[in-house]
């Protein structure tokens, strides 16, 4: 398979100048595919999407791994890996030049996938320009579409900007508290989008030391705390909001009420 024109734009965008100008052009167009970005808000409307969107970049990231990384190291995308360095990109994101990215997602720390050591990522990486982002995972859409070439073209027709999709995420979440939603739901890891970063990502936007998964219960509660819940079927648990004292102490009421709160200019 060849890569794809996109590809080639992304692939070459920092050695060729005509092709760095029509990559962001693409991603521009790209906006046009989602309605979300065409609905017209009045003043209260953009006023609380900035509240919300300054409250979703409290909330970091998480890069996973099977390579253990040492505390501060930089990141390095599949292809600028060692041979013997382990990587979680398949032949077929190879084919289509996605071994150039580092991945990220935004959510609930899944636990259900694994192994790996993980690292939490200052989410402002999404207001980088090397920073883009879809919906879902290639595969995802190749389990969706009929050829594998209406899943390629599909998967590159919903890349945009990662300040776009901050756009798209607060305005999701304010049309579920506007429907009276106590919560904004995640159905699993991925469910704040596929994140991925342009080349090497940098000390400066590691937050902290690198993580295992049994790490991470202060960060699941701070998801939770903000008014996230997940289902069943992607994480595991029965409730929306576990409450598990334990091992996940959320005031479930205080986090129902927190998107209420944010709209409403009340935090």
Partial sequence: MEKTDILFSLATKEEKGKERRNFPSLL???RA???ELRKKLNEKECEAIERIKFALLELPMIHKSRHRFKKKERIL???QLRQ???SMIDDFDRKLGLDQFVYFYWGIPERSVGGGTYVLIDPHILLNENCVITPADINDYRYQESTQKMAIERYFR?????KDWLEIIARRILKAVQKGQLTYQLWDFQSLGEIKFFGVVEPRWILGQP????DLSALEVSWYEHGFSCNRHGYGVEEEIPNRVEKIPVNIEKAKAFWQNVVRNKT
Wanted: no cysteine.
């Fill in 28 to 30: 521009a167009r790209n």
């Fill in 77 to 79: 995308p599949a292809s």
């Fill in 84 to 86: 013997d360095q382990l």
């Fill in 33 to 35: 595919n989602y309605n």
């Fill in 211 to 214: 993580y295992t998964i049994k």
């Fill in 158 to 162: 919903k890349m945009i900007t990662g």
